[in-house]
């Protein structure tokens, strides 16, 4: 079982060494600002990845490629996009995609030798490097709530036009 507390200060560590002002996110931003930190490309494509996969991060000589699933809920897409990105700043090493992925899945993604992390349902949830992942997306969340910048992910609060006045009188969004 994943103690979040050992794990904590870790990601807490990776989170805050950032220094990201969250008062001013917005998704591309945040990607950029992880680019320009590590001095390395990230390259974020739309795959519809096969056996169930949301995601995957392959680290190429060049470049961090993120390959996510395109027809899930935005807050889902976004969810595992920031997912990948976790293991990105916490320097994971990620698991053999070669033994888990098929050869044209492979080749699809230009995997040749190098590791990566897939997200799926239920595979490799269990890792000590996932429950880290989740627990950055976790952070970075409450971080966003507290800079009031928890809709650049989830977007208005409602959709119903009648209902945006009381909603917005929450100030939930602001």
Same mark, same amino acid.
Do not use: C
């Given at each position: 079982?994943?103690?979040?507390?050992?794990?904590? +200060?870790?990601?807490?560590?990776?989170?805050? !060494?950032?220094?990201?002002?969250?008062?001013?996110?917005?998704?591309?931003?945040?990607?950029?600002?992880?680019?320009?930190?590590?001095?390395?490309?990230?390259?974020?494509?739309?795959?519809?990845?096969?056996?169930?996969?949301?995601?995957?991060?392959? +680290?190429?000589?060049?470049?961090?490629?993120?390959?996510?699933?395109?027809?899930?809920?935005?807050?889902?897409?976004?969810?595992?996009?920031?997912?990948?990105?976790?293991?990105?700043?916490?320097?994971?090493?990620?698991?053999?995609?070669?033994?888990?992925?098929?050869?044209?899945?492979?080749?699809?993604?230009?995997?040749?030798?190098? !590791?990566?992390?897939?997200?799926?349902?239920?595979?490799?949830?269990?890792?000590?490097?996932? !429950?880290?992942?989740?627990?950055?997306?976790?952070?970075?969340? !409450?971080?966003?709530?507290?800079?009031?910048?928890?809709?650049?992910?989830?977007?208005?609060?409602?959709?119903?036009?009648?209902?945006?006045?009381?909603?917005?009188?929450?100030?939930?969004?602001?």
């Amino acid at each position: 079982m994943f103690d979040i507390q050992q794990h904590l +200060p870790t990601v807490q560590a990776a989170l805050d !060494g950032l220094a990201y002002d969250f008062a001013q996110f917005e998704i591309t931003d945040f990607v950029r600002h992880i680019e320009t930190r590590r001095q390395r490309p990230i390259i974020i494509k739309d795959d519809p990845l096969t056996d169930g996969w949301f995601g995957a991060w392959v +680290p190429l000589e060049t470049a961090d490629y993120v390959f996510l699933r395109p027809h899930v809920h935005r807050a889902h897409y976004l969810h595992n996009l920031l997912h990948e990105l976790a293991h990105i700043v916490l320097k994971h090493r990620g698991i053999d995609l070669r033994e888990v992925l098929d050869v044209a899945s492979l080749a699809k993604l230009g995997v040749t030798r190098s !590791g990566g992390h897939l997200r799926a349902p239920g595979r490799f949830r269990d890792t000590v490097e996932d !429950g880290q992942a989740e627990l950055f997306v976790y952070l970075l969340q !409450g971080y966003l709530v507290q800079a009031h910048r928890l809709h650049e992910l989830y977007g208005a609060i409602t959709s119903i036009e009648h209902l945006k006045r009381y909603m917005d009188g929450l100030d939930l969004n602001s």
